[in-house]
């Protein structure tokens, strides 16, 4: 049985949703446009009035550094664990796509999918589609296959605007990485040799012009205790050596 | 709803113009970005702003609701949808009353100067009305030199600006009805700054947490400017620059002249256009134009100075705001002067893919990119022609070969103000109001506002205009929307062919257009002028009137503000896009509905022109049935907002 599910990915990389969380703001459009997406009117400004409301299954959750936060949703394992576990068979793959569905009806709400899930990506909540609309079924990320299937970009990654959840053939982005980490490694390797740029510069310009300004004016004092004030004042040749990175 | 989707962005689904279309298969080609390419960007744009719940007032935040119910329900400091969506409503209102009012005491600053003789380039163009405004506000003007008259007027009238009032002076023209409602309410505007200031501290965290209380200062905010800022602009420019009469003028890209140096005015104040106007007619620089190859100086209006132009001197426009972007790509065009208020930041962009000099002149709104020429109004005309200078010395770097005036330009007629519609009637509005008792006239709708670039260009202005007048009601455009009606060949008197019988025979009785031009996004002031002389003449308050207004395509804080007043005056507008609302049902629902008891008026929103135009003539029929007069039925339809207010 899962001889037949592999096959499919031998053959080719799966196009997939792929996730940078460096690049999160955590702004959770991706949140909202799922929710839409998965509701019956597809319009944001009647979607969170539908009954039951329509439930995002992509999870944006906070890190513990501050303004850090990780896009989380179902990756569509093969085998998928959930799918191994399910009793009544409402866990299924969908060869085409490479995506891992759930059918609500035939949920019984046991959660197995969920404790086995190495992502926490699948929650309960009821459904439009569901037995009725009191009973919690399992919802999670269905890839958005309606979207694919009209070659369109699935509505998370559509949503996001600093390429922290990006959807294409996944080595072609998972080397989009590698070119990037490739360039801030030379980057900070320096191999040019060049000194590199006082990032302090402009901060010392205008310490040093306001001593001037302030040694011409009203500070006759000061003029012996900061050289000559003409831009290359002591204090700026301490703070270089001392900030400098070699 | 409505966002452009993928597959509508071929340029014929962005426009209904032939010349804005032409232009944007030119922007294509030559890889030039323009308003829409950027709105295609932007999709999805965010849904929590969309909806109104997400808020920066503060540095506990940012924060937002999460609407579907998952996620926080409150800000950090305890506000939930309702408290959020309502302080940004106000903030919006205030921004807008704020620019209003801000061009208004521009206006008023030169107004004094020119009475005290300190300005040149300007001077008293209509004694006549400086001096029924000082009757207004019992100046005694006997025996006295215009210059003193006009400075008491201009002192009154600072003092609207402050907060030693108990209400602005030009509330005192609203029916004695409605002013009742107002002070039963407790929002009679008190001080123009003091209203958004107001706000601004009502809308900090912690002051204001009642969206019902604040939403009422949001009403009081946009009186301030209809009765206020806005009116203050309105009139003190009739008496500067003349009252506008009805006059002929062209209209789109057309009006360019591939022989002549062409300048565009762009923006809204009229201090500075004007001078522009007399600065082309100099014979020194027409010499220079000539001695360039150019046969004159085609000075053409964008935006709602083109119509502040158009509706006193009659110059031609170029288009509306939708257009600043296009117009540079006639390759025509020789300078862009602009002042302030809805110069996209994009054309000093566009400007560098052509020999465009764009011309920034307000010290309060300055573009990279851009030349800045400090107005000062002490030298008007010199200030005028120095500007003019600069666009004949771009002439020389025309690029004859990328010349494309892409159409002919289309006749308009405008210049209804008050003061005209009452001449054309007889100096009475009798006729008006017995064409509306007898059933020939409907009603009145006022279709205002923006262009935004998620409706296509003048779709929603010129289909409601048209199935409106087709209905035989009678439509006054302002801003954006008289533009695009002008475009549509719907502002001739010839025009009123397209209208139902009724409205035909009186517009050919009276040789009018079945819609009238009352001129720029400040004069919707004249809009609530006209609605409280009829209410008055009637002895009714404006709430029980046949009217309605209408932005089918608005999309600035001005039109917020303007939509706040207009409903708190009474009538009730139907909005052609989503305000970011509807994150909060309860101030949907008072907006849509509970308003009904308390001002008499409420908002809608639809963006189908058509179903637009339905909700509003069953409005004006029910307003007709409830003064006794001869009604219809009309088809029943629920607008979109309706039926989501219900569902909460």
Known sequence: MTMGLRSERQRRAPRSVFVNPEHCIGCRQCEFACAVEHSRSNDQFAAFLEDPVPRTRVHVEAGDVPSTSFPNRCRHCDPAPCQQVCPTGAVSRDDEMGVVLIEATRCIGCAMCAVVCPFDVISFYPLAEGPD????????????????????????????????????????????????????????????????????AGWHAWGDEILTVAAAAHMPGHNHHNGHGNGHGPAKSTNKSDGGSR | MSTVSRDGHHSGRLTINEDARRMIDVAREEGIETVWDRLQAQQPQCGYC?????????????????????????????????????????????????????????????????????????????????????????????????????????????????????????????????????????????????????????????????????LLHGLRTGLSDGWGGSMIATELSDIMFGTPSPRMSEVNLGVLRSDQVNVAMHGHNPLLSDVIVSAAQDPELLELARSYGATGINVVGLCCTGNELQMRRGVPIAGNHLMQELVMMTGALEAMVVDYQCIMPSVTDVAKCYHTQIISTA?????????????????????????????????????????????????????????????????????????????????????????????????????LTRQLIEHDVLVIVTGCAAVANGKAGQMLPESARMAGPGLRGVCEALGIPPVLHMGSCVDNSRVLVLAGALASYLGVDIDQLPLAGAAPEWYSEKAVAIGAYVVASGVKTVLGVQPPIFGSPHVVDLLANGLEGVTGATFAIEPDPAKASLLIRRHIEAKRKALGLPYEEVEEMAPAVEAVGTGA
């Open chain 2, 363 to 463: 010290d309060k709104a300055k573009f990279p990119g851009a030349t800045h020429v400090s107005f000062d109004p002490h030298r008007g005309a010199e200030i005028g022609k120095q500007i003019v200078r600069m666009a004949v010395e771009a002439y020389p770097n025309r690029n004859p070969d990328r010349v494309r005036i892409p159409v002919k330009p289309v006749q308009m007629m405008a210049g209804f103000s008050v003061e005209a519609i009452l001449g054309a009637l007889g100096g009475t509005p009798k006729p008006l109001v017995d064409a509306i008792a007898g059933g020939a006239i409907r009603g009145a709708v006022a279709v205002v506002g923006c262009s935004n670039p998620k409706v296509p260009q003048d779709y929603g202005h010129v289909e």
């Open chain 2, 50 to 214: 969309s909806l109104g719940v997400s808020c920066r007032n503060c540095s506990m935040g940012p924060c937002r609701i999460d609407p579907f119910g998952a996620g926080p329900q409150k800000g950090v400091c305890g506000a939930d949808a309702d408290v959020i969506v309502a302080r940004n409503l106000g903030r919006t209102i205030a921004a807008g009353s704020s620019s209003h009012s801000d061009h208004g005491r521009d206006i008023l600053e030169v107004f004094l100067a020119t009475a005290k003789g300190e300005t040149t380039g300007y001077r008293i163009a209509d004694e006549a009305k400086l001096l029924r405004l000082a009757a207004e506000f019992g100046i005694p003007s006997d025996g006295r030199s215009v210059s003193d008259v006009a400075s008491d007027l201009a002192d009154r009238l600072f003092e609207d600006f402050g907060s030693r009032k108990e209400h602005l002076s030009f509330v005192e023209r609203a029916p004695a009805k409605r002013r009742e409602v107002w002070e039963k309410l407790g929002i009679v505007p008190r001080g123009i700054d003091r209203e958004n200031v107001e706000m601004l501290h009502r809308t900090h965290m912690g002051v204001d947490n009642d969206y019902v209380n604040i």
């Open chain 1, 133 to 200: 609309p009191q009973t919690a079924v399992a919802v999670k990320c269905d890839g958005c296959i309606d979207r694919q299937r009209r070659h369109e970009v699935p509505a998370c990654a559509e949503a996001c605007k600093v390429e922290a959840l990006v959807y294409g053939e996944l080595n072609e982005l998972i080397r989009s990485g590698r070119v990037r980490e490739t360039r801030a490694v030379l980057g900070a390797a320096d191999l040019t040799h060049q000194p590199a740029a006082d990032p302090l």
